[in-house]
């Protein structure tokens, strides 16, 4: 299953125009409320999955208690973010930002990124730069930060974690680079072999995640395997480390705990709005 492009609020026409600032100062004004935005395009279901979770750990009983949220989806302009980190190319930073500016002028006033791989320094870096310049109003939230913080506060004596995740994600250290401002974690990947196995139950075009919605078999009975073997080498936990795998396995199928980044990203886009509003865990 191919992405398609989309963008979940339709504009007729430029929210910013030579001639119209004052209409687009109005528009500003008119959005003060605070709202979440994800930027989707980064995974065919990462975004939806996103959404589902902010409005599964809002406390609402009717429609108009839900947060406001804006959700762009426009994977023709975001690269594949494992693919540059590799073999180099376009950063994906770009297509990030350009999503990232039609939230802001939508109105958002927090944004997310549902991909581990994006949080990468080369691109999530990138991005951060660019909308503290352009946007300082809005805060960009890091779901690394969010997951190793989660982590520490659930194992506060330290742990062996598991990670599963793109070949992105583990050839630049992405959760290592994170996890040595926690001394008492010790982080745990899997080997070479097993590292392109995940890769291949992500990206497969025939039983991938990405490509074949449900799961398919294939891809869920590798993820379970090379979970066991990181429990049989002393995990404590598994972090879920691309927004994929959380599609794939649940908590029941695993006798540790699995760490979603997306929920956590979730919760903290509530958080950062409405913390009353969030849901207890």
Same mark, same amino acid.
């Given at each position: 299953?191919?992405?398609?492009? !989309?963008?979940?609020?339709?504009?007729?026409?430029?929210? /910013?125009?030579? #001639?119209?600032?004052?209409?687009?100062?109005?528009?500003?004004?008119?959005?003060?409320?605070?709202?979440?935005?994800? &930027?989707? *395009?980064?995974?065919?279901?990462?975004?939806?999955?996103?959404?589902?979770?902010?409005?599964?750990?809002?406390?609402?009983?009717?429609?108009?208690?839900?947060? +406001?949220?804006?959700?762009?989806?426009?994977?023709?302009?975001?690269?594949?973010?494992?693919?540059?980190?590799?073999?180099? $190319?376009?950063?994906?930073?770009?297509?990030?930002?350009?999503?990232?500016?039609?939230?802001?002028?939508? *109105?958002?006033? /927090?944004?997310?990124?549902?991909?581990?791989?994006?949080?990468?320094?080369? %691109? =999530?870096?990138?991005?951060?730069?660019?909308?503290?310049?352009?946007?300082?109003? /809005?805060?960009?939230? +890091?779901?690394?930060?969010?997951?190793?913080? =989660?982590?520490?506060?659930?194992?506060?004596? $330290?742990?062996?974690? *598991?990670? !599963?995740?793109?070949?992105?994600?583990?050839?630049?250290?992405? @959760?290592?680079?994170?996890?040595?401002? =926690?001394?008492?974690?010790? !982080? %745990?990947?899997?080997?070479?072999?097993?590292?392109?196995?995940?890769?291949?139950?992500?990206?497969?075009?025939? @039983?991938?995640?990405?490509?074949?919605?449900?799961?398919? #078999?294939?891809?869920?009975? &590798?993820?379970?395997?090379?979970?066991?073997?990181?429990?049989?080498? *002393?995990?404590?936990?598994? %972090?879920? $480390?691309?927004?994929?795998?959380?599609?794939?396995?649940?908590?029941?199928?695993?006798?540790?705990?699995?760490?979603?980044?997306?929920?956590?990203?979730?919760?903290?886009? %509530?958080?950062?709005?409405?913390?009353?509003?969030?849901?207890?865990?």
């Amino acid at each position: 299953m191919n992405s398609f492009d !989309l963008t979940y609020h339709i504009i007729s026409e430029p929210l /910013v125009q030579s #001639d119209s600032l004052g209409y687009y100062h109005q528009r500003q004004e008119k959005c003060m409320e605070q709202a979440i935005g994800i &930027i989707g *395009g980064v995974g065919p279901f990462a975004g939806v999955d996103l959404l589902t979770k902010i409005f599964k750990n809002t406390i609402a009983s009717r429609d108009q208690e839900h947060l +406001n949220v804006y959700l762009t989806n426009i994977p023709s302009k975001i690269g594949d973010r494992t693919q540059f980190l590799l073999h180099g $190319g376009d950063n994906p930073a770009d297509g990030l930002f350009e999503s990232f500016s039609k939230l802001a002028q939508m *109105g958002a006033t /927090v944004v997310a990124i549902p991909c581990n791989t994006a949080h990468a320094p080369a %691109i =999530y870096q990138t991005v951060a730069l660019r909308a503290e310049q352009e946007f300082p109003q /809005v805060t960009l939230l +890091n779901m690394i930060e969010e997951t190793c913080a =989660y982590t520490a506060k659930l194992f506060s004596e $330290g742990a062996t974690i *598991g990670l !599963l995740a793109t070949k992105g994600t583990h050839e630049v250290g992405l @959760y290592r680079q994170y996890f040595a401002a =926690y001394p008492k974690f010790q !982080l %745990i990947e899997p080997d070479a072999e097993g590292r392109n196995r995940v890769h291949e139950a992500i990206y497969h075009t025939e @039983y991938g995640i990405k490509a074949i919605s449900p799961v398919s #078999d294939t891809a869920k009975g &590798i993820i379970m395997d090379e979970g066991a073997k990181l429990l049989d080498a *002393g995990a404590s936990a598994l %972090i879920l $480390g691309c927004t994929e795998l959380p599609l794939a396995v649940q908590e029941c199928d695993f006798q540790i705990p699995l760490i979603d980044p997306t929920l956590l990203l979730a919760r903290a886009a %509530i958080r950062m709005i409405a913390p009353d509003k969030l849901c207890s865990r």
